[in-house]
């Protein structure tokens, strides 16, 4: 529903998943913060990683990277690596696509040293 723009649709499904049980997967929960992603909208991304959370559901690659993507993209490099060093400690493999990200934010910020510094540990 989110590729096709409907996300206050899919937002509706969600609360009303979480309402009438039993509780949305990962994968469901996903929909959202990606979709928030795309409208540039990290408040919101966060807001549903937190109920996330909340409802003890485990986050993936998915979700970590919907939210360093947004955080990247809108200049909260900060935000970025602070869902970056808990996708580390959560056991996740940190793909390259992961890095990428982060590294292209530390471009856009003209944080030459950082992006560098990214890139080398995507190599070790």
Known sequence: MC????YARAKEI???????????????????PVGSCRKD???EAEEIFGVMLCRGVVPDLVSFSSLI????????LDQA?????????????????????LINGFCKNCNMLEALKKRDEMLE
């Open 69 to 76: 993507a947004v955080f990247s993209r809108n200049k909260y």
């Open 14 to 32: 969600l609360i009303e998943m979480l309402t009438i049980g039993p509780g949305p997967d990962t994968t469901t929960h996903n929909t959202l």
């Open 81 to 101: 690596l602070v869902y970056f060093g808990d996708m580390k400690k959560s056991g996740l493999v940190l793909e390259n696509v992961i890095h990428t990200i």
């Open 41 to 43: 909208n990290s408040s």
């Open 3 to 6: 590729k096709k723009g409907r």
